[in-house]
């Protein structure tokens, strides 16, 4: 089932033509209803690269927008989400110091700031990372994310955040002290106890109950596009898939669709989700 009045956006996917499906992955988000969505770039390490200075991300940045073009010539509108993966931290401070890897990320988010001030991106990525590690590269990546926020709050953008699960609510307060609208703070992968917004993995179990409150928020597939990992997190069928069969089953209506696929990522993003 396909409804050629509803635009369905996904909020958080990688396609990947070097390590992964690539165009393919694309395609089948295109044939399942999907409409539009937010290309994130992925870790350096995935284009072979070990950064040095925050420069040497304009690679990773550029490969992602080259994908973000072949894409949309498949009918797809792609939007393109630039930054620094918070787990980034571990690698780059193996033969350095904490402080240059906090530094070179806190380049690499200047240098994606730039791409969102050039119209090439409508949003930045950082986060901390969400696994267990040690209170020196929490407080690193505090940091960090404390510069994400300040670089966003000048250009007025979003910044996708990918962090621990939970609501992560010390995000609302970091991002007011770096001018940043707290709702153009997006949480990546979350939970629906956050007070940021949410971007829910489409196999939440929470989405009917939080669409029939008339929460804002996006739904995401979180696709990796590994080959190593296939499917993972979810395919790139996903949320076209999710949303149509709740709406075929009553539970979502036509106006939960349009406020999770156009109205929200309208708001948060500062763009226009047209057919």
Do not use: W
Not at 88 to 107: C, D, K, N, P
Not at 176 to 200: C, E, F, M, W
């Amino acid at each position: 089932m396909k409804n050629r009045n509803l635009p369905i956006t996904d909020d958080h996917i990688h396609i990947d033509p070097v390590n992964g499906r690539g165009l393919e992955a694309a395609k089948d988000f295109r044939r399942s209803g999907g409409t539009h969505l937010f290309l994130v770039s992925k870790p350096s390490s995935s284009f072979g690269i070990f950064p040095r200075t925050g420069k040497d991300f304009a690679p990773v940045f550029d490969q992602t927008l080259a994908v973000a073009e072949s894409i949309r010539g498949l009918g797809v509108t792609v939007f393109v989400v630039l930054g620094v993966h918070p787990a980034e931290i571990t690698r780059l401070a193996v033969g350095s110091t904490l402080e240059q890897a906090a530094f070179t990320m806190e380049e690499g988010l200047t240098v994606a700031a730039d791409y969102v001030c050039a119209g090439k991106a409508v949003a930045l990525k950082s986060g901390r990372p969400h696994y267990e590690t040690t209170p020196d590269i929490i407080e690193a990546s505090n940091r960090i994310l404390s510069h994400a926020f300040s670089l966003a709050g000048d250009l007025s953008c979003a910044v996708q955040v990918h962090a621990e699960s939970g609501p992560c609510s010390d995000m609302l307060d970091r991002g007011r002290q770096a001018g940043l609208d707290p709702a153009r703070i997006v949480k990546h992968y979350a939970t629906p106890d956050t007070p940021l917004t949410p971007s829910l993995i489409s196999n939440n179990p929470g989405i009917p109950a939080m669409a029939s409150s008339g929460r804002l928020f996006t739904l995401e597939s979180d696709y990796m596009d590994e080959n190593s990992r296939p499917g993972a997190v979810t395919g790139p069928k996903s949320v076209p898939r999710v949303t149509l069969r709740m709406l075929s089953e009553g539970l979502l209506s036509e106006d939960d669709a349009h406020r999770i696929h156009k109205e929200t990522p309208e708001r948060v993003y500062g763009v226009d989700i047209d057919l």
